[in-house]
């Protein structure tokens, strides 16, 4: 029975988390993982899947439609319980503070579920990480378009040179401690209130 | 040391969940208007979609209280839930929030069956025995009502409502889990039928035009029990002092709610988009159906939403032993006098009156559901008897 492949169902409606996920339960070895991005259609289908734990996004609005389903499931294993023992409070909360909720039928051993949910918690933190990066990429995206339309609004305001334009952001910036994109900012935003030319 | 614990500007502060709903209106006051600074505490508020997640956040103490279900923080006392947290129920929050609500093609479907515009609960609930029997006999699919959570007074209202009309709910009527954020897209996809939802959710669907409001829960059980204020245990213990302060903010929170006069203001504020994020007319039309001319120019008297006045907020022992009564008698849970005694001990009406000098009129009579059936929380098994549409 141990040595049973154990089956986990991974419901996320953020594809790419999804996969994030399941590629990490897949090296965790002896598992079967079935993604699906809804609980829609759940009900017919879950005596199928017959998952042992099931692992869901903290915030999913679809979590009160799942522990209904396991409540009405009478056909098939339920998996109840939060977590295998809800004693273990410092891994409850690891899970909570990652934001994954995780349901496990009854009778697993702790030992069994463990690497499961240290991954599901790790490819969580994976992909927030991942998520934020993005952000500050997309972040700097904008910071460099802000600085090519400062450039361009002095080029055409003071017949400079795009180098010349760009070592006045920078001289700027220096004396006054700040980033160019801040000088930039600035700039932009007081050629767009004096009802400048901002395009550049 | 948990964040609860820590004090900002010398007032305490306490997390509190909430999921958006005009019954969460008291909490959200008692935050943002200055009642909780009276009592030298600050209320931080966050909100969630899921009932699941508050519950799973105050177990991990993210949250030290939550505006929550009544028959969730039972089923918890009762070991029913994934993941246990342990809860006082000291407060209420109001009385009689919700709407059962149904599509259009529904409304046109009853209509062609006869059925009226009254709200009255028997000839409404009859309208759907004659709608369901139809659907039988033509061979169409049985009609699809969303509430919001197993254990919730939504469920059991509904419930009841179906089964004194001779329809087995789950069975001649599919019941399905929705957030209440979730209800009107679910309405307009027509992936669900109807709902019972907690305000502003049934007036939302009237104002977007996908919904009629059939019947409310003040027509089935006149100033009936639904949200409350759950506390974790160990937070109570800390400092019952704290508490009191508490309970006292919210009560003056939900006094100023109940005043017709600040419904404006009111609505604004619940309005926003971090609130419920509704338009504000759509919370008005809302607080509107406590008097006349609701969404569906309904009259639904003081019954209806009622934040404080008589007595809305005392969570009142036979409340709980009803709920419970309700979960045996769906199947959810056995008759035991273990369980009686755990339900008990999570309702405390007695924090909230050592806390709260009330206005007068908290002796008004709790019990009166439509079918003119009385509770009798001493006899469990006999009350059961009485209907024919029953699990256990």
């Known amino acids: ?200 | 040391m948990t964040p609860s614990e820590r004090s900002t500007a010398g007032n305490e502060v306490i997390r509190a969940g909430f999921i958006p709903l005009v019954d969460a209106a008291p909490l959200v006051v008692a935050s943002r208007l200055g009642f909780a600074e009276a009592e030298g505490l600050r209320i931080e508020l966050l909100r969630e979609t899921s009932w699941a997640t508050l519950r799973d956040r105050l177990a991990v103490r993210h949250l030290d209280i939550a505006h929550m279900l009544g028959p969730m923080a039972l089923a918890d006392s009762l070991g029913l839930t994934p993941l246990p947290v342990g809860l006082i129920v000291p407060m209420a929050l109001g009385t009689a929030g919700n709407t059962v609500t149904v599509s259009r093609a529904v409304r046109a479907e009853l209509a062609e069956l006869g059925a009226g515009t009254s709200l009255d609960a028997s000839s409404t609930a009859e309208a759907v025995a004659r709608l369901t029997a139809d659907r039988q006999r033509t061979g169409k699919p049985p009609l699809t009502i969303a509430i919001v959570h197993p254990y919730s007074a939504h469920h059991y209202q509904l419930a009841y409502w179906l089964g004194f009309a001779g329809v087995r709910p789950g069975i001649d009527v599919e019941l399905v889990i929705v957030p209440p954020s979730l209800m009107t897209a679910a309405l307009e996809s027509a992936r669900i039928d109807g709902f019972c939802v907690g305000e502003p959710w049934g007036s939302a669907a009237v104002a977007l035009g996908a919904g009629h409001v059939l019947t409310t829960s003040a027509h089935i059980w006149h100033r009936s029990p639904d949200k409350v204020l759950g506390v974790r245990h160990a937070f109570a213990e800390a400092s019952p002092e704290r508490l009191g302060r508490l309970l006292r903010a919210i009560y003056k929170a939900a006094c100023w709610c109940d005043d017709a006069a600040n419904h404006q203001q009111l609505a604004r504020l619940l309005s926003a988009s971090e609130i419920i994020g509704q338009p504000a007319e759509v919370i008005t039309s809302a607080l509107a159906m406590r008097g006349a001319g609701g969404p569906a120019a309904t009259t639904c008297g003081d019954g209806f939403l009622s934040f404080a006045a008589d007595g809305a907020m005392l969570a009142r022992e036979s409340h709980a032993v009803w709920f419970y009564s309700q979960m045996v008698r769906w199947g959810q849970a056995t008759l035991d006098a273990k369980a009686i005694a755990a339900i008990k001990s999570v309702y405390r009406p007695d924090l909230f009156s050592a806390a709260v000098e009330t206005k007068s009129g908290d002796t008004a009579s709790d019990v009166a559901f439509f079918d003119g059936t009385s509770f009798d929380a001493t006899d469990i098994p006999g009350y059961l008897r009485r209907f024919a549409i029953r699990e256990a």
């Open chain 1, 1 to 200: 029975m141990a040595q049973a492949t154990l089956n986990i169902l991974v419901i996320d409606a953020n594809r790419i988390r999804a996969s994030i996920i399941e590629e990490g339960l897949r090296e965790t070895g002896g598992v079967r993982v079935t993604v699906l991005d809804d609980v829609n259609g759940l009900m017919r289908r879950i005596a199928e899947i017959d998952p042992d734990v099931v692992v869901i996004d903290l915030e999913s609005p679809n979590r009160d439609t799942l522990e209904h389903m396991f409540q009405l499931s009478r056909a098939v294993k339920r998996p109840v319980a939060m977590f295998v023992d809800s004693t273990d409070q410092r891994s409850i909360e690891a899970a909570i503070d990652a934001g994954v909720a995780a349901y496990v039928v009854d009778g697993l051993k702790k030992e069994r579920i463990r690497p499961v949910l240290d991954t599901a918690i790790t490819r969580f933190k994976a992909f927030e990480r991942l998520r934020r990066e993005l952000e500050v990429a997309k972040g700097e995206l904008t910071e460099r378009k802000c600085i090519e339309r400062a450039k361009g609004i002095l080029m055409r305001t003071r017949g400079l040179s795009e180098e010349q334009a760009y070592a006045l952001l920078r001289k700027t910036a220096m004396n006054q401690s700040r980033r160019i994109a801040e000088i930039a900012e600035s700039l932009v935003t007081a050629a767009g209130l004096l009802g400048g030319e901002v395009d550049g």
